[in-house]
């Protein structure tokens, strides 16, 4: 199984961005995906995730500003990111949560000038 990210990159404050994630490879179709940021110097934290059964799930920080999404038939997870804040600033990867395995992407970076 491989995830591949894509769509992070450089916005203002305030500003919108959408990350997509593909899924390729044999994998039961009854899974978790999500994506996670890292801070520097910090652990992988949560920001959202999506059931298959497209049950969400969001993190305190991102709860009313981010949304996430998927297409089944893609395997594709989306974020939709909007009223981006500087705290916001990190690398971001999807994950891929199935049979208690986890998978991941490559992260991709998203950064947020004031």
């Known amino acids: 199984v491989q995830l591949q990210a894509s769509g992070g990159g450089l916005v203002q404050a305030g500003g919108s961005l959408r990350l997509s994630c593909a899924a390729s490879g044999s994998f039961f179709s009854i899974n978790v995906m999500g994506w996670y940021r890292q801070f520097p110097g910090k652990e992988r934290e949560l920001v959202a995730s999506?059931?298959?059964?497209?049950?969400?799930d969001y993190s305190d920080a991102v709860k009313g500003r981010f949304t996430i999404s998927r297409d089944n038939a893609k395997n594709t997870v989306y974020l939709q990111m909007d009223s981006l804040e500087p705290e916001d600033t990190a690398v971001y990867f999807c994950?891929?949560?199935?049979?208690?395995?986890?998978?991941w992407g490559q992260g991709t970076l998203v950064t947020v000038s004031s």
């Open positions: 999506i059931t298959s059964s497209l049950k969400t």
């Open positions: 994950n891929l949560l199935v049979i208690r395995k986890n998978y």
